[in-house]
């Protein structure tokens, strides 16, 4: 660009200031920038050795210039251009004025120019820019604010309890879309998929949750863990578990969950290190210690199952399911003043828990005392009408006590609050069995396995259906059920006796004793390491005061710990059973009686649950939208309605006697 001098332009400086304007994005803006720039002397003697150029004359220039570029740009239609980084005019710090100096080319175009023109040419090929994606496809022109996920994921929650899935998985692929970088919305989008048993789905939306998250999420790694072993995939799942512990060493459900995988398959070493590792990293958890005292307890070391109960108390005493776990640890050793106790605590610590009042009823109940275990029942039933066990177990109470009507009554109820509940088919198919209902009692077992064929509940029931054909002289029928049943549960004692017994009365001895034989052979024997226990215990009783403790033990922390641990007499084995169950019992409050329970019942639930004791009775009366149920729907079929709400037509059974089925 041509530099023409002012004539009035003579100077005594050595430098002279020059504003320079160059063009900008927008034509109507100018960008002005400071240059100290060397000017040649000009040949008359007169003049100064440098000229200052004045403002009016470079502005001009440049003007004309701009000019030329806005013309070229108008003659490209649609061309996207690069904004070009702002030059800062104020380079150095404490005020000081640093000037940037530039060099300009002969026709007139700084270098800058030429990396507009370049970054211009790159963007057109490249579509780094899309401001309209989501407005697109969600209609919104700005992204919402991140508390609108958290309602978001609230309402897709409430709309998964109301079976309106769609709804909810529309709604959770909307949070994916805004906040792809949150794990929240894939795991709950993964439950809702898995329910629906789309497993196949869930694997891909967790898949593309750990890809997002880029690994970090060990929420999204444990429930993909979860699904690939419902499905079967055990190797896959340790993967998958191992990889939620690499995420977060404190995420305590993985751990819990892959030891509980562990169990399940048998190898309890393993089980019991994963768990040890859980407190070391996750300190002291109620989960840990009942897992870790139920081990104990199968493997009869009572006195220690007892301490890790107590623990796991400690660390939540509202933990429902540690005081239900350690009442029929109670039960099983015969200690049935300490079971109501636990019982009552379960109640008091969560007062609506279905099966805290389910497994109490069902314990009295056994215990002789029907009036009080129904009781119990109906108050479970009165907190959660929905819940089909409840049911089951009154209608095997009625039937066992009063009458077999009224036992169907309840059993067809139970199965229209939830049509997919096997053992209450299974339940309704033994008591017409005992009835004399031969043909309707394989209906029902039928309809259980139609449910699914492969669950541990479809197991039982091909059992209970082999005992039925054997007991009707169906022999070869039989023989083909039990063989059945045991390709599902290899592991099942009682398939394998009946199946004994049953060549036994045939006469076929030999073929009896090789059944037998067989058993033995296939079965997994678990081997349960005693000498862990008092090793693994010293490093739990640092844990409850500290995590630090945990982590850092000294040797004098160490000693103590373990001094601490030889004054525990339930781990010494310093004192019997007996006396053992007393400490305990010290522990447990309250007063009891042969009857029921030591606790004023009626007051509580009045006071807690706002029950009338007097009108327990009226919740059983089937509703009227049950009674119209009962009339219109065909039996056998089951009608879906538009909400995916599930309602049934033909009554449904229920497992063996008084168990505890979820």
């Known amino acids: 660009m041509p530099f023409f001098p002012s004539s009035s332009s003579s100077s005594s400086s050595s430098n002279s200031n020059f504003t320079l304007f160059s063009p900008s994005q927008n034509t109507h803006t100018l960008s002005k920038f400071s240059f100290k720039i060397p000017i040649l002397p000009l040949p008359s003697p007169s003049s100064a050795s440098y000229l200052t150029i004045t403002t009016n004359t470079l502005t001009s220039s440049c003007s004309s210039s701009q000019n030329d570029v806005v013309s070229k740009e108008d003659s490209k239609e649609k061309e996207l251009l690069v904004r070009r980084p702002v030059m800062t005019e104020f380079v150095g710090g404490e005020g000081e004025r640093n000037e940037v100096e530039v060099e300009v080319e002969d026709d007139g175009v700084s270098k800058a120019s030429g990396v507009d023109v370049r970054l211009t040419e790159l963007a057109k090929k490249m579509p780094i820019f899309e401001p309209e994606r989501v407005e697109v ?8 604010l991140v508390v609108n996920m958290d309602l978001a994921l609230y309402r897709a929650k409430v709309l998964a309890r109301s079976f309106r899935y769609q709804e909810a998985q529309k709604l959770l692929e909307k949070c994916i879309y805004y906040w792809p970088e949150d794990g929240r919305a894939y795991v709950a989008l993964g439950k809702i998929l898995s329910k629906q048993s789309r497993k196949e789905e869930a694997r891909v939306v967790y898949e593309k949750g750990c890809q997002a998250t880029q690994g970090e999420n060990p929420y999204i790694w444990q429930c993909w863990a979860v699904l690939e072993n419902k499905m079967g995939n055990i190797r896959r799942a340790r993967e998958l578990f191992d990889a939620a512990t690499v995420a977060s060493k404190s995420h305590i459900a993985a751990w819990h969950g892959w030891a ?5 398959q048998g190898n309890i070493k393993k089980a019991r290190q994963l768990l040890a590792k859980g407190l070391k990293f996750c300190g002291g958890n109620e989960y840990i210690y009942q897992t870790l005292a139920m081990l104990e307890a199968k493997a009869n070391r009572y006195e220690q199952a007892r301490y890790l109960f107590r623990q796991a108390t400690k660390c939540n005493p509202k933990s429902c399911a540690s005081w239900l776990a350690w009442a029929q640890l109670e039960i099983q050793q015969e200690n049935y003043r300490a079971a109501r106790q636990l019982f009552e605590k379960a109640v008091q610590a969560s007062p609506k828990n279905r099966f805290a009042w389910h497994v109490w009823g069902v314990f009295e109940a056994n215990m002789g005392n029907i009036d009080q275990g129904e009781k119990l029942l109906k108050i479970g039933h009165a907190l959660n009408p929905r819940d089909p066990v409840l049911l089951q177990s009154l209608a095997l109470l009625e039937y066992k006590h009063s009458s077999a009507n009224i036992a169907r009554v309840l059993f067809m109820r139970a199965s229209v609050l939830d049509p997919r509940h096997q053992p209450v ?52 029928a039989a023989r083909r059920l039990l063989r059945s049943s045991l390709n599902i549960n290899s592991q099942s004692y009682v398939t394998w006796m009946t199946w004994a017994s049953l060549e036994e009365e045939q006469g076929n001895s030999v073929r009896a004793e090789e059944i037998r034989n067989l058993y033995f052979q296939q079965r997994t024997e678990v081997v349960d390491d005693a000498s862990w226990v008092m090793g693994f215990l010293d490093i739990i009783d640092p844990a409850i005061e500290s995590i630090k403790r945990l982590l850092k033990l000294d040797q004098e922390s160490f000693n103590k710990a373990k001094d601490s641990m030889e004054n525990i007499p339930e781990l010494n084995g310093s004192r019997t059973d007996k006396e053992s169950v007393s400490a305990y019992a010290s522990f447990l409050d309250g007063k009891d009686n042969e009857s029921g ?58 497992v063996n006697k008084f168990s505890v089925a979820k």
């Open 137 to 144: 496809q969600f209609g919104s022109k700005e992204k919402p």
């Open 260 to 264: 509980v995988l562990e169990i399940k």
């Open 425 to 476: 088919w299974i339940a309704w198919g033994w008591m017409e069995w005992k009835e004399g209902n031969i043909a309707k009692a394989r209906e029902l077992y039928q309809r259980a396995l139609s449910i699914n064929s492969t669950s541990e509940c479809a197991a039982r029931c091909l059992q209970a259906w082999g005992v039925l054909e054997h007991r009707v002289g169906n022999l070869s």
């Open 597 to 654: 329970a030591g606790m004023d019942l009626d007051a509580f639930i009045s006071e807690k649950l706002s029950l009338d004791p007097s009108k327990l009775d009226v919740h059983m009366e089937p509703s009227k939208a049950f009674v119209t149920n009962k009339r219109t729907i065909p039996t056998g079929r089951v009608w879906r309605s538009d909400n995916r709400t599930a309602t049934l037509i033909s009554p449904q059974p229920s």
